[in-house]
């Protein structure tokens, strides 16, 4: 089957994001060109300091470029007012990161609504989609409860359906996995591949961890910021089922 820019959601292009300035600069990203299909599973690997946080946190528009563009659903983030980027995020970006990023004093209900309220949606509105991601990540029986009365896969879970209540175009995951014991790792990664299959959302995931990038429908590796190596699916993913 012929690809068409439609099936695109994502294109990095000649991206580079340096650190520091003269002969010591640092090159996090160095020239880097991906394109990532929608609905696609992508997961980039890499040994610490190949660059591949400093690439999620320029999908995120958290970080801005040094060279290079951006260009998510034909929306080029580098041309954007800050007011416009950061809409877009809340709109357009699910973000997971490693250390949950719950408020201690909201309940899992409350922490999930947070987007949805920043917003502005209407209340009734806001009730019904968060009761909603909360089902689909499984955790609609803590919906009361605080992050201090959960485990940390549980609140992970719900790190997870507060990226997902915006219905977003894309997921970005942060090492989701690298707080949590290998049982509950599995058991979120199963849970993204899963979110992934059934509500069509393109996941962008980062990981030091092979076994964890074996869940994606593509594994690009990084070193000193350059894709090295990639692979496509099924032939990687014996990786997590050894």
Do not use: C
Request: hydrophobic content about 45%.
């Amino acid at each position: 089957m012929m690809l068409t820019t439609d099936d695109i959601l994502i294109r990095i292009e000649a991206l580079e994001k340096h650190f520091g300035d003269g002969p010591g600069a640092v090159r996090a990203v160095d020239g880097l060109n991906l394109a990532i299909m929608r609905g696609e599973f992508v997961t980039l690997t890499g040994p610490s300091g190949s660059g591949k946080s400093t690439v999620l946190n320029l999908l995120a528009g958290l970080d801005t470029p040094t060279k290079g563009e951006i260009v998510i659903d034909g929306q080029t983030l580098s041309s954007m007012t800050d007011e416009q980027l950061t809409i877009f995020r809340r709109r357009r970006l699910g973000i997971i990161f490693q250390f949950f990023n719950l408020l201690p004093t909201l309940t899992a209900a409350e922490n999930v609504a947070l987007p949805l309220r920043a917003d502005r949606r209407p209340r009734a509105e806001i009730a019904e989609r968060v009761g909603k991601a909360l089902e689909l990540v499984g955790m609609a029986h803590r919906a009361r409860h605080r992050p201090g009365e959960m485990s940390g896969g549980e609140m992970q879970r719900v790190a997870i359906a507060r990226a997902l209540v915006i219905e977003p175009l894309v997921l970005l995951a942060d090492e989701p996995t690298g707080n949590l014991d290998s049982k509950m790792g599995q058991d979120i990664l199963e849970l993204v591949k899963s979110m992934s299959e059934r509500t069509g959302v393109t996941v962008v995931l980062v990981t030091h961890d092979l076994r964890a990038a074996g869940y994606g429908d593509r594994m690009i590796t990084l070193r000193d910021g350059r894709i090295i190596d990639e692979v496509t699916a099924p032939e990687h993913q014996i990786a997590h089922h050894v």
